[in-house]
Structures are given as C-alpha cells and as structure tokens.
Nanobody
C-alpha cells in the first residue's frame, strides 16, 4: 500500500515554470514505478511522464518532451515533475500514480493515485 499527496500546482503565465511534488507514504517506495497523469476539463485522464523504480529511466508523452522533467528521490519518498515552457494546453489537474513493477502509460495499470493538483496556464 502507498498513499500519495501532490503539491505545487497553481496559476502561471504561458512560458513560465512550476514544479509539482508527490510525497509517498510507506517503506517500499523504491518498489514502485511512478507516473504523472493529467486531466483537462471534459477530457480523459492521460499519461504525462513516468520514471522507473531504481535506474531512473524516464518516459514522456510527446507533447511535453524537452519541457517537462520527472525525477525521484527514493530516500525522501518523493517524485517531482519540473514543468518549463508551460502552455495554455498544459492546463489540467495533475495526478501522481504508483504501480509495482515497470512504468506503463495507461491509467488502468496504476492502483494508487493522489488527489490531484490544479495547474492553470494563462495566455
């Protein structure tokens, strides 16, 4: 079992930056692949980025490559999403998710979710 709590969302102008943080409870954080998803109003929840359990391998959806960076600190049970060059289309609720094993990009593969944090990018 793992509990996830996101923070760091807010309102930012286009071109700005935000850093989202996801704090995980439990002593087996390093056993979980971690991911970020987002859900815009009226749309489905979609994959943004993921990071593997221990070797730090990262994965991104095409629309955020070169702008977003996912990282984790297993000693602090934390995963971060650094978002630079934000665009209005990045506006969404961002969710942290965890699953045992390898990172995947479909929501159904993740059993553990945070409550979400709102990111709003103004033009």
């Amino acid at each position: 079992q793992v509990q996830l709590v996101e923070s760091g969302g807010g309102l930012v102008q286009a071109g700005g930056s935000l850093r989202l943080s996801c704090a995980a409870s439990g002593r087996t954080f390093s056993s979980y692949a971690m991911a970020w998803f987002r859900q815009a109003p009226g749309k489905e929840r979609v994959f943004v980025a993921a990071i593997s359990r221990s070797d730090g391998r990262t994965y991104y959806t095409d629309s955020v490559k070169g702008r977003f960076t996912v990282s984790r600190d297993n000693a602090k049970n934390t995963v971060l999403l650094q978002m630079n060059g934000l665009k209005p289309e990045d506006t969404a609720v961002y969710y942290c998710a965890a699953r045992p094993g390898v990172p995947l990009s479909n929501t159904d593969s993740y059993a553990y979710w945070g409550q979400g944090t709102q990111v709003t990018v103004s033009s």
